[in-house]
T-cell receptor
């Protein structure tokens, strides 16, 4: 069965500092991988996705993520965080077929301090 | 991208009552998904709703507790029946938008239910 692990429940970083959120997955084949962000009181917004090709993918709001097959990881990074990045971040894994459901990690809450 | 409207955005309910959550999409979609997000936990898929057929429920979720309607290609409802405090969660509606890629989901803002 597919699964996603986000080992960090809560991360605090200073505004302007770099950020890396960890995500490890388990999937029987090459997965589709996603990062979503949930701001307070909002639904989930897609930040970026990996389907195939270049293992470094760019997303919205200056985020990027790198797919590392050997480590079963898909870590999210941002070189310089802004106060507006404070939110909950979810990693998700899914199959290559449209009828396969997504499996989400438990999320990482990001706090930004001035 | 699609706009998904959910109502109510939040509600406080009494134990034993039922509440229906509405999800309206501004474009026609084949599949609509209902997720539950319990406090401090991840999103869990409750069921998939297809227009014109019965919803498909995930393990651990049953139709008597979470009846779903899908009368057309832009609308669905999820009812949380005979609520208990354990049903306090955020319930999210999501859809796949054609042309955005396989398995790319768009979410509504969610309905936060508190059961007393």
């Amino acid at each position: 069965a597919q699964s996603v692990t986000q080992p960090d429940i809560h991360i605090t970083v200073s505004e302007g500092a770099s950020l890396e959120l960890r995500c490890n997955y388990s999937y029987g084949a090459t997965p589709y991988l996603f990062w979503y962000v949930q701001s307070p009181g909002q639904g989930l917004q897609l930040l970026l996705k990996y389907f195939s090709g270049d293992t470094l993918v760019q997303g919205i709001k200056g985020f990027e993520a790198e797919f590392k097959r050997s480590q079963s990881s898909f870590n999210l990074r941002k070189p310089s965080v802004h106060w507006s990045d404070a939110a909950e971040y979810f990693c998700a894994v899914g199959g290559r077929f449209g009828n396969e459901k997504l499996t989400f990690g438990t999320g990482t809450r990001l706090t930004i301090i001035p | 991208s699609a706009v998904i409207s959910q109502k109510p955005s939040r509600d406080i309910c009494q134990r034993g009552t039922s509440l229906t959550i509405q999800c309206q999409v501004d474009s026609q979609v084949t599949m609509m998904f209902w997720y539950r997000q319990q406090p401090g936990q991840s999103l869990t898929l409750i069921a998939t709703a297809n227009q014109g057929s019965e919803a498909t429920y995930e393990s651990g979720f049953v139709i008597d507790k979470f009846p779903i309607s899908r009368p057309n290609l832009t609308f669905s409802t999820l009812t949380v029946s005979n609520m208990s405090p354990e049903d306090s969660s955020i319930y999210l509606c999501s859809v796949r938008i054609p042309g955005t890629g396989a398995n790319v989901l768009t979410f509504g803002a969610g309905s936060r239910l508190t059961v007393l």
